[in-house]
């Protein structure tokens, strides 16, 4: 019944596999003359190992025998058309079959594992898949085929899931990045690329990559995290949240701060869900993980080039053509290079309210970083001039930080207030204030004012946003 996912042979049109309730060894009989799988007899485990070590090392040895025979057996290409239910079905009946010819008994929640792991083998991504289902998971880092890290809730846990070996890993890589028309190997030995769902995926492999491949993948969220939810995770304070709604609404040019995996790109996220409705807003990304929710919402991203090293389309490239597109806000999802000319000017020549993110570790670092960047791109201005340039784009930068104990939080809010000499001048208006450390690592803390004034209070106020004096009091403990 399930013939048409199963390769026909030269001299019939049967299914290699035989129907169901006939003798599996008759496959090879001359009536079928399929080639006969290779039966590898499951590895008899060790026997000082441990009975959970025994049992997995069985289960692998099982599953990789049976992984090729449903390589051999299965239509690939048919494959792509069929179900969920008819592909999970077939695999169901070519396990039964297998685990009798090779003499096998597994119990039912074993057999299940079985057939869901064959299934993400086909169809998913391997052993990764069940990780990539795991909602609570935010990254998923691959270092060799045998250990594989996930982040949850801003900390790193090695997991049990492996890969059989590195070719097996290569496998599934190959995999992923063959579906965007990518290739890597010994000579293109990194590549960037997005999964099905949205998922940022990179991947280096040897000989580049010393121990075996490494894979790291940040999950694509469909929930995105609205400001109440940052609020609610104590990401930020409903003062700090008030801010940023008139700093957005009212048209500052922001720039989000961070370290890596800090939430830079979350943070920007919610803080565009106070872009006005019927704002036209251009958003320019390496790769597109910002959603948002208005209306005239035009999304790029930049590619690299092909195989002959033709079609490149850059951020910068993205950049210059947003600039005739009339937009009302350009958003770059993150500044790393030669594109912080053009970003600077859109700031600078009325497309306020733009926004980005870049790799920084504190405001003043991340006006230094603003300033390598465009040394870097080849520009040549004198030192003043790039500052009074930056000064005069950026409004207000924000600071996220993934803290030591996994949190992430908003750690300072500063503005940008002008220059003195040769020198950009800034107030921090928010902060978060440590204040302890509990035995278990969790750090204690909270949100306050400075005690100054918004430098675009009154700016603030004539666009409607009378925000009350007290949310920028320090708070006393
Ligand atoms: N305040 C928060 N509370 C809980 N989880 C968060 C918070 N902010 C971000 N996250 C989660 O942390 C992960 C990393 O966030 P995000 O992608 O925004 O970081 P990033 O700084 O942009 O990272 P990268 O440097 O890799 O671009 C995501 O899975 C996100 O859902
Ligand atoms: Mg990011």
Sequence with gaps: MFARYRKNTESSAQPVRPAAGTPARQTAAPSAPA????????VAPKVDMPKDEQRKQRMNSIK????????????LSALENASE???????????????????????SEERATLNRDLFFEVMGLGPLEPLLQDDTVNDILVNGPKKIFVERA??????????????????????IVSAVGRRVDESNPYVDARLADGSRFNAMVPPVAVDGSLVSIRKFKKEKLSVQDLVNFGAFSPEIALYLEAAVSTRLNVIVSGGTGSGKTTTLNALSSFIGNSERVLTIEDTAELQLQGEHVGRMESRPANMEGKGAVTQRDCLRNALRMRP?????????????????????TGHDGSMTTIHANSARDGISRLENMVAMAGIDMPLKAVRSQIGSAVNLIVQVSRLQDGSRRMVSVTEITGMEGEIITMQEIFRFERTGIEPDGTILGHFTGTGLRSNFADRFK?????LPASIYDQVKV
Aim: glycine share 6%; hydrophobic share 40%; proline share 3%.
């Design 35 to 42: 080639p006969k799988p290779e039966r590898a007899k499951p």
């Design 64 to 75: 990789s025998d049976l992984h090729r025979r449903l390589l051999d057996n299965l239509n």
């Design 85 to 107: 239910i008819e592909l999970r079905s077939e695999i169901n009946a070519i396990v039964v079959e297998a685990l009798g010819e090779m003499d096998v008994v597994l119990n």
């Design 154 to 175: 801003g900390k790193l846990e090695l997991t049990d899931v492996t890969f059989r070996d590195e070719r097996h890993l290569l496998r599934i890589i190959d995999k």
């Design 328 to 348: 009302d806000r350009i958003i770059v999802g993150e500044t790393r290079g030669e594109e912080v000319i053009d970003m600077l000017q859109a700031m600078n």
């Design 462 to 466: 004539r666009w409607g946003y009378d």
